[in-house]
C-alpha cells in the first residue's frame, strides 16, 4: 500500500463521515462537501493503485 492509496482511503471516510454530519444536521452544503471529499478519495486511492501496478510491472 501507498502514500496515495491511504491518503484516498482516509479522505473517502471523512467525507462518509462528512456527509453524514450534513444529513443529521440537514445541511446540504456539508452532504454535498462530502460527497465531493468521497470523490477525491476514490480518485486518489484509483491514483495509487495505478502506481503499484506499476511498479510490480516493472519488476
Do not use: H, R
Not at 15 to 21: L, P, R, S, T
Not at 23 to 50: F, H, M, N, R
Amino acid at each position: 500500500m501507498n502514500k496515495d492509496q491511504i491518503e484516498g482511503k482516509l479522505k473517502n471516510i471523512g467525507g462518509k463521515i462528512q456527509e453524514g454530519v450534513g444529513d443529521l444536521i440537514d445541511s446540504p452544503e456539508q452532504e454535498a462537501k462530502g460527497l465531493a471529499k468521497q470523490g477525491e478519495g476514490k480518485v486518489q486511492e484509483k491514483v495509487g493503485d495505478l502506481k503499484e501496478a506499476a511498479k510490480i510491472a516493472t519488476k
